[in-house]
């Protein structure tokens, strides 16, 4: 059996008690050996088999091998398992390689909500979670979603906003959103959520464009009612002006 | 001291260990019955302050002035704190009562990521979440956004897709649906996840159009890309078509 386990945004406060469950009855455990690093010391005696950042397929590979093998397996990923995880690419190599297993996945605190409750309360109403990586999505399809997110006036979580290959990507994203939305719109910045050094920041779209941010961090457009109050972002949802 | 606290879908397994301790250390614990239900087993001991379903303010209010009076107050919410859930009111209440309180929001498992587990992988690539509920936001609005999710190709998750009085805002949003996108849009509904008698099931945009579902559902509509494989919904996150 293979389960596919989203650990949440770092500390095991944020886990569930089915990732805890899963992974204390696994006979082997597969990831990324950043997020195997925030399992370990709860189960220094457990057998790991740790990969690099971009083996996802690998990764994928060896935890489906070794469960059709027999071994109960679990594959761990950071945020929830589904959103930008690992539960999409287990399924399309099962298909491909024909293999029947059986899968379950188990759903955790993806950075949107973990970042959100940070921040306050950005994401209350309808949102869009869009990747600016462009690993395998063209730039062109972010552009279009960042357009049509803009003019839905969804709230708008950014995964991957910048990394070293293309730290453009947020002030490039923030230069499209200008021309459907206010420049005061309120925006924010989460980072390291749930690990030592967590912090959150709220500024205007106008600010956003020249922030500096890494891959441990994700972003947060309000929509046109988004509000700064006292440092935190909130959205309304709506019971004020019925 | 306000805690505002997303318990997940409902059984224990999808709880955060955050979301435990919180109500594990809670003087008052305030919340809509049906959620409270879901706390009482663990906590028979506790305090609960109950409210009706409409109530939302009401509830909110009592919380904040329980914890301005020094009491160690939880508000519960069903799935996430912040995503249709009580944060973002509580804020509200606080700028407009002018009321200093610390607040801490812990995030839960939302219906997008426990609906898209049960079904699969459905949210595994850039998603919308929509709430088809108009009582507190005109369907015109809702009409805008579903059309911005379609153009963009994003999948979507539909919150609240019908009531009694509203039964008939899944259909009137799946025709929308199918000016902009393919009749057989892979799509799956998610009923009483993490509760008795949970159940999932995939089907097409044109079926879902006349499917019947109540308020404990969730629906899913998959991007152009989503399929269906050995009965699961899944949307490649594009690693085979690099």
Redesign the interface.
Same mark, same amino acid.
């Given at each position: 059996m293979l389960q596919i386990v989203?650990i949440?945004p770092g500390e095991?406060?944020?886990?569930?008690?089915?990732a805890?469950?899963a992974i204390a009855g696994a006979e082997l455990i597969v990831g990324y050996r950043t997020y195997l690093a925030l399992v370990k010391p709860y189960f220094p005696e457990k057998t790991y088999l740790e990969s690099g950042m971009r083996d996802?397929?690998a990764r994928c590979r060896a935890a489906i091998t070794e469960a059709a093998a027999g071994k109960k397996v679990v594959l761990v990923c950071s945020g929830?398992? &589904?959103?930008?995880?690992l539960? $999409?690419?287990?399924?399309?190599l099962? +298909?491909?390689m024909g293999e029947e297993l059986e899968v379950a996945?188990?759903? &955790?605190?993806?950075a949107a909500? $973990?970042g959100?409750?940070?921040l306050? +309360?950005?994401?209350?109403?309808?949102?869009?979670?869009?990747?600016l990586s462009d690993q395998?999505?063209p730039w062109e399809?972010?552009e279009?979603?960042l357009?049509?997110?803009a003019?839905?006036?969804?709230v708008i979580a950014l995964y991957n906003p910048s990394s070293h290959e293309r730290p453009e990507h947020l002030k490039r994203a923030c230069e499209l959103l200008l021309r459907y939305r206010s420049p005061e719109t309120v925006c924010g910045i989460a980072a390291k959520i749930g690990r030592d050094g967590e912090w959150a920041k709220v500024l205007t779209l106008q600010e956003l464009r020249d922030a500096e941010v890494d891959m441990q961090t994700t972003v947060f457009i309000g929509n046109s009612e988004t509000?700064e109050?006292?440092g935190?972002m909130?959205?309304?949802?709506?019971?004020?002006?019925?």
């Open positions: 989203g949440g095991k406060k944020h886990w569930t008690y089915a805890y469950e996802e397929e929830d398992s &589904g959103i930008y995880g539960a $999409s690419l287990v399924y399309e099962l +298909a491909e996945v188990i759903p &955790g605190v993806t909500l $973990s959100s409750a940070l306050g +309360a950005p994401v209350a109403h309808d949102s869009c979670l869009i990747s395998m999505t399809t972010i279009k979603r357009i049509a997110a003019t839905g006036d969804f509000k109050w006292d935190k909130v959205t309304p949802r709506g019971y004020f002006s019925k």
